[in-house]
């Protein structure tokens, strides 16, 4: 049973869009939903992340958006650029009470073409 | 700092075979895991580790054994390895075991091909 599944598989994107990537999860209990990016040959790496608590958070050109009621959150990326391609990977942990367990999504391969 | 460290890159196994997958950090992180990475399925969680001397499963964790000796040391051992083994492992760690957030830091990966 997929816990966080992720939309689309594949994106292509024209220098200068907005790349819209979407989660949905099925525990309620999760409170830590980050972004990880990952460039072929090398590992994840945080992009950003969100609490539950909030509806949005923004860093730069990445904003992630958090719908609770939907159980849904997304990644938006302004102005995408050809050195955004990669493949982005939506997670949940359950936080509170211990532990530190990632479930993933099943990724998102991004290609900003010029 | 060296940050997460996997050896080796690139590793190709016969059926039946054993073999450690190394993972060491610098950080001295408290909070170490595995996951392996296979296509169109994400990163899926093998074991973590909350300190030394303390190991647990996670979702798929049937054909490995961990051990945590050391803060810095988090081995992955296969113990008769499998064609459905054939993935690209990754190690991760995070400065606390939990109850508050923390980012995870990954390794570089190990691909591994069983044949």
């Known amino acids: 049973q997929q816990q966080v599944k992720q939309s689309p598989q594949s994106l292509i994107v024209q220098k200068g869009g907005i790349s819209i990537i979407n989660c949905a999860y099925e525990?309620?209990?999760?409170?830590?939903f980050p972004w990880y990016q990952q460039f072929p040959g090398k590992g994840p790496a945080l992009l950003i992340a969100?609490?539950?608590?909030?509806s949005e958070k923004k860093e730069g050109r990445f904003t992630i958006s958090f719908n609770k009621s939907a159980k849904q959150f997304s990644l938006h990326i302004m102005d995408s650029q050809p050195g955004d391609s990669a493949t982005y990977f939506c997670?949940?942990?359950?936080?509170?009470?211990?532990?530190?367990?990632?479930?993933f999504g099943t990724g998102t391969q991004l290609k900003v073409e010029l | 700092n060296a940050g997460v460290t996997q050896t080796p890159k690139f590793q190709v196994l016969k059926t039946g075979q054993s073999m450690t997958l190394q993972c060491a950090q610098d950080?001295?992180?408290?909070?170490m895991s595995w996951y392996r990475q296979d296509p169109g399925m994400g990163l899926r969680l093998i074991h973590y580790?909350?300190?030394?001397?303390?190991?647990d499963q996670g979702e798929v964790p049937n054909g490995y054994n961990v051990s945590r000796s050391t803060t810095e040391d988090f081995p992955l051992r296969l113990l008769s390895a499998a064609p459905s083994q054939t993935s690209v492992y990754f190690c991760a760690s995070s400065y606390e075991a939990g109850g508050s957030y923390n980012e995870q830091f990954f390794g570089p990966g190990t691909r591994l091909t069983v044949l």
């Open positions: 950080m001295n992180h408290e909070y």
């Open positions: 969100i609490r539950p608590d909030v």
């Open positions: 997670a949940a942990s359950v936080i509170t009470g211990g532990g530190n367990k990632l479930t």
């Open positions: 580790s909350v300190g030394a001397g303390i190991t």
């Open positions: 525990n309620t209990a999760f409170d830590y």
